[in-house]
């Protein structure tokens, strides 16, 4: 098979989704790659690295006009024309978030893969998990940063000092990105809150962290409560491939002292507060009510090199049975078929067509219904 690697050009996006090794595995297996000129560099990872481990280096036309292109983030408006029928896009799409980019690639017929809804039985997601580590360790960094008076903060401290308390940090969700920015908290010495529906994720949460965090179910009182006295609210509600609830509403900002900081790394899902939007490694704050907003939608994009190698370390199995099978791999990996999204006009992903009220398909039948 013929894979295409374009360059992200997503503000600021400096990941690449292969890494020369990954390159020299798949031409090792007899299949061709095509790199986009300077798709690495912003990972450290030379054009000359990608020619000695194999690939050949070309433009974005290039690499889109490969049999499947894979990616980090999302086709933006200025890549949709590379879409067409016939090709294979295996990425991060966040469909539920985006309209337009769901009826660009119904319109196309491409057969779409997303990282984020790839699933395991038991109901992880190991496509998702690297970069929810990574975003939930640097939410504590930003959210820290953004306390500086200043960067416009409140002029807190996380770890405080000897005499002075230490500044307050509500997580709301408590799955991968929340305990990763839990671990970054208490790093840090600040005092540390997480709140989740599930009281067996809290058990444990409370095991692993020896019960020197606060565990407390999440509901709009308990929220309403801890607001007055947060420092930095992290948003780290996921419901796979779904739209993100609002968990945190616009009234209930008026609870926060003026300057605190919400990090809001479901942004890139719609966000669960609702007064986030998606913001760029060039701007990434805003203030509503005097409470600074940080909606940076692709936050492991700040440190490429370690997010592009612990992504790789994930997708690289996935890319290598597609490029061995084609499509044939979703039939023969459960954890893979959840990931289509799209597929020859159809979309096979129920999330998103709640999301927008469309109608979708199972993936096993489209699939099935296609070689019958």
Not at 7 to 29: C, D, F, H, Q, S
Not at 246 to 257: G, N
């Amino acid at each position: 098979m013929h894979i295409g690697v374009p360059k992200e050009i997503k503000v600021k996006e400096n990941r690449v989704a292969m890494t020369p090794g990954g390159v020299e595995t798949l031409v090792r297996r007899g299949h061709s790659v095509t790199v986009e000129a300077g798709a690495g560099l912003g990972s450290s990872f030379s054009d000359e690295a990608y020619q000695q481990a194999g690939a050949q280096l070309g433009s974005a036309a290039d690499a889109w006009g490969a049999e499947m292109v894979v990616k980090v983030k999302e086709p933006v408006e200025s890549e949709y024309g590379y879409l067409r029928d016939d090709l294979l896009l295996f990425t991060y799409l966040h469909l539920a978030a985006d309209r337009p980019l769901t009826d660009a690639l119904l319109k196309a017929g491409t057969t779409a893969i997303a990282y984020e809804t790839v699933q395991h039985s038991d109901g992880s997601l190991p496509l998702l998990m690297p970069m929810s580590e990574v975003a939930g360790r640097l939410s504590v960094q930003a959210g820290a940063y953004h306390l500086q008076k200043p960067a416009g903060g409140r002029g807190v401290l996380l770890g405080g000092v000897p005499g002075v308390k230490p500044g307050n940090v509500t997580i709301v969700g408590g799955g991968v990105v929340g305990t990763n920015a839990a671990k970054m908290a208490m790093g840090l010495g600040a005092h540390v809150t997480i709140l989740d529906v599930s009281q067996r994720r809290l058990s444990y949460l409370d095991d692993v962290f020896f019960g020197r965090i606060t565990t407390m179910m999440s509901s709009e009182a308990n929220l309403r409560d801890l607001l007055p006295t947060t420092d930095l609210l992290i948003g780290a509600v996921l419901i796979p491939g779904a739209k993100a609830p609002h968990l945190v509403t616009r009234d209930m900002l008026s609870l926060m002292p003026e300057g605190a900081v919400i990090v809001d790394v479901a942004v890139d899902q719609g966000g669960c507060v609702e007064t986030s939007h998606p913001t760029t490694h060039d701007d990434p704050t805003y203030e509503v009510d005097g409470v600074i907003h940080y909606g940076v939608a692709n936050m492991p994009g700040a440190v490429p090199r370690t997010s592009t190698l612990a992504l790789t370390n994930q997708t690289m199995p996935y890319v290598l049975q597609l490029a061995d099978k084609g499509v044939q791999a979703l039939n023969s990996n459960a954890s893979l078929l959840p990931g289509l999204n799209t597929y020859q006009g159809k979309l096979t992903n129920q999330p998103v067509a709640e999301a927008f009220d469309m109608s979708w398909e199972k993936a096993g039948e489209v699939l099935q219904g296609s070689q019958a």
